[in-house]
């Protein structure tokens, strides 16, 4: 994990009645994760698309342990945990300081446009081998 | 104006933590009032799409009376404003009972999906010829 | 499961440039699946917030099998999954026709507004008996 | 104008099929420059809300120039462009690079938690010769 996460500001919009962050704004903190990772690793998601290659989330997963509140400024901390031929998975911790808010994963296929399954491998060993590579560099 | 609106329920969701509903959603409910006046006139708004045709939003104008809430029942009123070779004008008036919470009205601009004006007229006169018939028989 | 389930309209808002609704969004769709669900027990949402009682999610899962797409009309399966002292869990099936489209859970607590869990029981014995028939009387 | 706005990275969520931002995302992004401009003031806006002052939205507009896209970074620019006894008007540019995507402004209300108007002046002489001296100040 790196030490320090992607920053993200909570929003008023963000809040519910409850005073709190609404929990299906942590899968849209989780995009966020993913996308910066990404780009870290030199292969923003946008590049994917052009590639004729496109990451739907199969599975969804999310703990809610400590409420997120508005103009909180919380950290993601994201991961590649699972990297198969069709397959990807990434990790989420969300933090406020050394708070732990909020845990999961996202599980992603590899499909083209038409929504067909691709191997990754095979159809751009370019991101493919970036993806490998930074994916055995994790700590 | 119909006498009866297209109704949306307020999810918790839509609340703040103000306790009412946050001010952009009521350009989300706009969105439902246009698309659902649209299939009234037997013109749903993906066969547009299909007749690559859409509809961005120009302007967008909101004018906020009264909160809506968790769990209300709102009632949405939809006319065609305006009508034009490139353009159109849809307002709104948002209800719960007869008291009045927004109202306010979208322009758009009719574009292929390459993103340049067309004229409906000659683009698809059949669309356009549902709509003016639909405009001018509006109460 | 009851033979028709709570039918929501996909919106514009709701779609992504993959062109399919975006994922987070089932998690809303969920909420008005629960909703739903507690209002047709006799237990509208905003009388449990009326006696201190709130249910905030503590894990929420979403597999997602076939996309919604604009417009698409579907259809929310919610059923009470486990009920417990202290703990609530929701399942939910969304479908379109006959197909399934995505499938998850929610886990809820019990909690007053000071954010203390809370026993149902003792709490609210008129809540936890009328949630307990409907629990028991689900098919 | 400040030389350099505040930062905003559009999130797959704020597309939709037609392959740009939608419309209601930019009332969204308005509320991230008003947010912070009151902060760049020293009056982040939790300390209004502690002092049972909120800002509801009067009104709303926004005129749509260019589209935001996927990824892109764009740039808030945010005003105070009047300021009076019971009222404030925000005004917005947003920019990618040094192209003008969108502009509009929002009149909000002073009020307090019970929905009363009141005179910022006297309910908070502090927060209003702040936010008066910051109004001044703008070039």
């Not at 103009?71 to 300081?97: M, P």
């Amino acid at each position: 994990m790196k030490s320090e996460g992607d920053k993200i500001r909570v929003r008023y919009k963000d809040t519910d009645q409850m005073g709190v962050a609404y929990y299906a704004n942590y899968l849209v903190w989780f995009e966020v994760g993913r996308t910066e990772l990404l780009r870290r690793m030199g292969l923003p998601y946008s590049e994917f698309e052009k590639n004729d290659l496109y990451l739907p989330v199969l599975k969804a997963y999310c703990e809610y342990r400590q409420p997120a509140r508005y103009d909180d400024q919380i950290e993601l901390f994201t991961r590649i945990e699972n990297l198969q031929d069709v397959r990807l998975t990434f990790s989420y911790k969300i933090r406020r300081g050394s708070k732990l808010l909020a845990e999961g994963y996202t599980e992603h296929a590899f499909i083209n446009q038409a929504g067909k399954p691709v191997v990754l491998r095979k159809k751009s060993p370019f991101l493919w081998n970036r993806l490998l590579k930074a994916y055995d560099e994790q700590v």
